[in-house]
């Protein structure tokens, strides 16, 4: 069975605010669906992640032994979307060209430098033949 992202991103931020209602408010849902959330984390987990003191919940050492890792996976998944938001509408992959000698020595070295330069992330393979 795999964790929800939506169930780390309620853990993270239910950790850093020490109440439900705060972070519902935060994430814009309901109470319940914090609740539901950290319950299904913590059936998941097998045991309690956080200490409940009246509307307080405090991480107990299981919670604090997993926030860190729970903080990394936000990240890296913030860092990939931010990188498909980036390369949208910009080529990826790989671009094959064949030309005759003429056109491949003077004229396409050119554009497959603008090409490279304007799109990092896109290769250009150039076979010169006659």
């Not at 519902?24 to 299904?40: D, N, P």
């Not at 405090?58 to 931010?82: F, M, P, S, W, Y």
């Amino acid at each position: 069975m795999a964790i929800p992202l939506r169930q780390l991103e309620i853990f993270e931020k239910v950790a850093s605010c020490g109440q439900v209602t705060k972070a519902s408010q935060q994430l814009f849902i309901t109470q319940s669906a914090v609740s539901m959330a950290i319950t299904g984390l913590e059936k998941f987990a097998g045991a309690q992640l956080f200490e409940r003191q009246g509307k307080r919940l405090l991480l107990n050492d299981r919670g604090r032994l997993i926030l860190t890792q729970v903080k990394e996976v936000l990240r890296q998944v913030g860092a990939i979307e931010q990188l498909l938001i980036e390369s949208v509408g910009k080529p990826v992959g790989v671009l094959k060209v064949g030309a005759s000698t003429t056109v491949g020595n003077y004229l396409l070295p050119v554009v497959i430098a603008r090409l490279t330069e304007q799109y990092p992330q896109a290769k250009a393979l150039l076979q010169v033949g006659n």
